[in-house]
């Protein structure tokens, strides 16, 4: 759900600067930026430097998709929303649908049948 498992060179974004994009975030050497801007500044700023040493791009990396309509259907009924290559349930953050959902279910599964002769001998 949300991402695959890509091999080879990894969709570049910026040729010239070897910036490349997983659907989500940009990638500069070993960093990963939200915005393309701050990617490309960063690496301007890099391959300036004396020192400056080029790393390899990966050889694997994992490719971010927005939900598709049955899984943005799933998430409605549970109050799960995507945004910004991320999805989201209540203030929770989450990389991957199904963590959303797993947590998702378990807040809102009924009462064990322990809970719930705790509860009503309380009363």
């Not at 500069?28 to 930026?33: A, D, E, K, R, S």
């Amino acid at each position: 759900m949300g991402n695959a498992q890509f091999s080879g060179a990894p969709p570049l974004a910026d040729p010239d600067l070897c910036i490349w994009f997983d659907g989500r975030r940009f990638h500069y050497q070993h960093y990963c930026y939200d915005r393309l801007v701050d990617a490309i500044a960063y690496a301007k700023i890099d391959q300036r430097r004396p020192d400056y040493q080029s790393l390899p791009l990966p050889l694997t990396w994992e490719q971010w998709t927005a939900p598709t309509a049955e899984e943005t259907e799933i998430m409605m009924a549970f109050g799960i929303v995507y945004e910004q290559g991320s999805y989201r349930y209540r203030e929770f953050r989450y990389d991957h649908l199904e963590h959303a959902l797993a947590y998702a279910r378990q807040e809102l599964a009924p009462l064990s049948i322990e809970q719930t002769a705790q509860v009503t001998s309380h009363d």
